[in-house]
Structures are given as C-alpha cells and as structure tokens.
C-alpha cells in the first residue's frame, strides 16, 4: 500500500470586515474561501496559501491543525 503524504493543515479565520479594503484583498478573501466575518475554512499549508495569508494578514486569523 503507498503511505499518504498528508501536508500540514491551516485554520485560516476572516476576523475583520473586508469593507475598507482594497479589490485586491477582498479578491484575495474571496480566493482563500471566506465570505463573512468569523467565517473559517482548513486549507492546506502550501506555499501559494501562505502567500494569500500573507496579504491579508491584518483581517485573518491563522492556526496550524496538527493530526
């Protein structure tokens, strides 16, 4: 049997309004697939997922999930 390779989880969590903010960084909200505020999704921890996290630092929350 292959063994999977798991990649590390995130908890990413929108904690502030997207309103004030520019079309870039609600695309990017959008992208990482939140909608509302305290919205939340797990995705995995990749490269191109930090990367959006990283713009939109200042309106999420972010926690590593580990199995």
């Keep these: 049997m292959q063994e999977m ?3 590390p ?3 990413v ?3 502030k309004s997207v309103i004030k903010s520019t079309k870039a960084q609600r695309e990017t909200i959008k992208g990482l ?3 509302k505020i ?4 797990f995705l995995n921890d990749t490269p191109e997922v930090r990367g959006m996290i ?3 630092d200042h309106l ?3 926690e590593e ?3």
Excluded: C, P, T, Y
């Design 13 to 15: 969590i929108l904690k």
């Design 38 to 41: 305290n919205s939340f999704r």
């Design 9 to 11: 989880m995130l908890k």
């Design 60 to 62: 999420v929350d972010v």
């Design 33 to 35: 697939g939140l909608r």
């Design 65 to 67: 999930i580990k199995d």
């Design 54 to 56: 990283r713009k939109v």
């Design 5 to 7: 390779n798991h990649l």
